[in-house]
């Protein structure tokens, strides 16, 4: 998503054993135990919620994961959120939780500006799934980019700071999970929208399993405009936590939303 959407610290611990066995397949969930210093059998138990982390081993786990500051506190306070015997501290773990995701990183216009073609966002996504082919070609044909333009968009995002290069050669993302809200008249953001309801446009008429199109007319009171923005933010926030947390994901998708008065004029519409 490109808005913290991990709901569960298991997917960092997750992530960070993939990672390992990418650079070692022969890597084990045995050794990864031992690494992290824990019996493989409590190992096991964590990561299938048959045991959770208690407030002095969720730190102590944090830093065998080689989190950064940020993700640290995060993944305790997602473990706190779940196992904290006290209910303040329960309690106090949500607010911080929530407090991170009203202050999730938003582009600001000029970056937006540099990467606002559609797939700048698409191979940020991309990079973040867990057996990625991160090959030029690959890229190209599974997207139908030119091999030089996706060389030239890795050189935005890269240079933009939202992408770095491993040792290993990977690309990694900084930063997984940002937001963009800009006036209506913002040229890049009409460019972004204007592409993808180009893409909507091409499917339209074509059968997909990969493409689902549902649109409904309503009658309503104009008082409930926000009621309604309200509720499909937070519906598109909740379903797209819940499909980035599997550790399945092999597939970059688009959900778009457009909610509008047709009686209104163009520059008072409310799109989502």
Known sequence: MTQVTTTDYRDYILREF???????????LRAFARDLEIPCSRLSEILNRKR?????????????????????????????????????????????????????????ENVFSIIADWYHHVLLEYLQLPNADQSIDAISAQYGIQPGEVERALERLEKVSLIHKEDDGR???????RTAAF?????????????????????????SRAWNMSASTIQIKKSAFPQVVEKLTKFRQELMAELESSPER????????????????????TPI
Request: hydrophobic share 35%; charged share 25%.
């Open 183 to 207: 006036h209506a008249n913002f040229d890049g953001m009409k460019r972004y929208y204007s592409q993808l309801m180009s893409k909507v446009n091409d499917h339209i008429g074509k059968e």
């Open 52 to 108: 959770g982390l208690s407030q002095r081993r969720a730190p102590a786990l944090a830093d065998k994961l080689y989190l950064s500051p940020t993700e640290k506190e995060y993944f305790v306070d997602l473990a706190l959120c779940e196992h904290a015997r006290s209910g303040l501290v329960k309690n106090m773990a949500v607010k911080r939780i929530n407090a991170r995701k009203m202050m999730s990183a938003k582009y600001d």
């Open 250 to 269: 092999d597939s970059v998708c688009c959900l778009t939303m457009q909610f509008f008065d047709f009686a209104a004029e163009t520059n008072q519409n």
């Open 171 to 177: 690309w990694t993302v900084n930063n997984q999970h």
């Open 18 to 28: 993939e990672r390992r066995q990418k650079k070692n397949p022969s890597y084990s």
